[in-house]
Nanobody
Framework: QVQLVESGGGLVQAGGSLRLSCAASGRTSSTYSMGWFRQAPGKEREFVAGISRSGFSTHYADSVKGRFTISRDNAKNTVYLQMNSLKPEDTAVYYC?????????????????WGPGTQVTVSS
């Protein structure tokens, strides 16, 4: 079993930055790809960013490309999401997820374990 816990969410003004962290415990997470998703009120959960097992391959949603950066520290079993130039439309609950694949995947159904989420609110 794997437990994922996100942290780092909060309230920030438009143009500001936040850094989310996702700490994994239980079965070693360094074997698998990891992803960040978000869900705004009344909307479906959407892919934000993903990183391969090695960390060498990353993939971003078009809406965050150039503003968000995903990274991982396998020694610490932690994945990060650096979010810069935040916009009000980035407001959502952000979820960390672990896939049982080694390569990046964007489909939520490909992810087996999910954290409880952390709220990010961007004010205009």
């Amino acid at each position: 079993q794997v437990q994922l816990v996100e942290s780092g969410g909060g309230l920030v003004q438009a143009g500001g930055s936040l850094r989310l962290s996702c700490a994994a415990s239980g079965r070693t997470s360094s074997t698998y790809s990891m992803g960040w998703f978000r869900q705004a009120p009344g909307k479906e959960r959407e892919f934000v960013a993903g990183i391969s097992r090695s960390g060498f391959s990353t993939h971003y949603a078009d809406s965050v490309k150039g503003r968000f950066t995903i990274s991982r520290d396998n020694a610490k079993n932690t994945v990060y999401l650096q979010m810069n130039s935040l916009k009000p439309e980035d407001t959502a609950v952000y979820y960390c997820a672990q896939s049982e694949l080694s390569l990046v995947t964007v489909a939520p159904a490909s992810y087996t374990y999910w954290g409880p989420g952390t709220q990010v609110t961007v004010s205009s």
